[in-house]
């Protein structure tokens, strides 16, 4: 019982680099998010899909791009990484009920 | 102003202590409440989930939900060193799945 499996668990990246942060659910859910966490901030939303096919903005989307690319996968890129996006990003998967939110262990970026 | 405020602790207290932990809201629309707990370096987890004004309880927990003062509430009775974590508040529309996160408030119990 996997849940939500995000890789890699850590990345360095030099300014001005690229790469996709991984996710994906094993439990059928409709709902995937990309969240970061950074101290003081708290969680903020930065995409969202609400079901396979489709995505929105969330609070932060600036220098992201994501694919929902079938019910389980849900990618973040980062096109040309910056200083200020070093942090912790999470993924996260739910049911319509919303009482089946389950987060992954989280990707630690640090931009260089 | 964020939409959501919690406030961020640290707050520390003895084993066996009541512990309050608070979120306001501004938004009035927000229907679904939820309380996330987070330990160091891992993924929040689901605690506790309301979707009306009142009292939910499980176990040594209870949730409570007052949207006249847009203000929700997570009571751990009881508490155990093992319950040192950050507690996340959330909340999301009723039309939505977009969970808006209040800033977490970081709990240590000491035994």
């Known amino acids: 019982n996997a849940g939500v499996t995000q890789t890699p668990k850590f990345q360095v990246l030099k300014t001005g680099q690229s790469m996709t942060l991984q996710c994906a659910q094993d439990?059928?859910?409709?709902?995937m998010y990309w969240y970061r966490q950074d101290p003081g901030m708290g969680l903020r939303l930065i995409y969202y899909s609400a079901s396979e096919g489709t995505t929105d903005k969330g609070e932060v989307p600036n220098g992201y791009n994501v694919s929902r690319l079938n019910k389980r996968e849900f990618s973040l890129r980062l096109e040309s990484a910056a200083p200020s996006q070093t942090s912790v990003y999470f993924c996260?998967?739910?049911?319509?009920?919303?009482?089946?939110?389950?987060f992954g262990q989280g990707t630690r970026l640090t931009v260089v | 102003q964020k939409e959501v405020e919690q406030d961020p602790g640290p707050l520390s207290v003895p084993e066996g202590a009541i512990v309050s932990l608070n979120c306001t809201y501004s938004n009035s629309a927000f229907q679904y409440f939820m309380w996330y707990r987070q330990y160091s370096r891992k993924g929040p987890e689901l605690l506790m989930y309301t979707y009306s004004s009142g009292n939910k309880e499980d176990g040594r927990f209870t949730a409570q939900v007052d949207k006249s003062s847009k203000y929700i509430s997570l009571f751990i009775r009881d508490s155990q060193p093992s319950d040192s974590a950050t507690y996340l508040c959330?909340?999301?529309?009723?039309?939505?799945?977009?969970?808006?996160f209040g800033t977490g408030t970081r709990l240590q119990v000491f035994p």
């Open positions: 959330a909340m999301t529309l009723y039309n939505t799945d977009k969970l808006i």
């Open positions: 996260a998967s739910s049911e319509a009920d919303r009482e089946s939110a389950f």
């Open positions: 439990m059928n859910h409709n709902s």
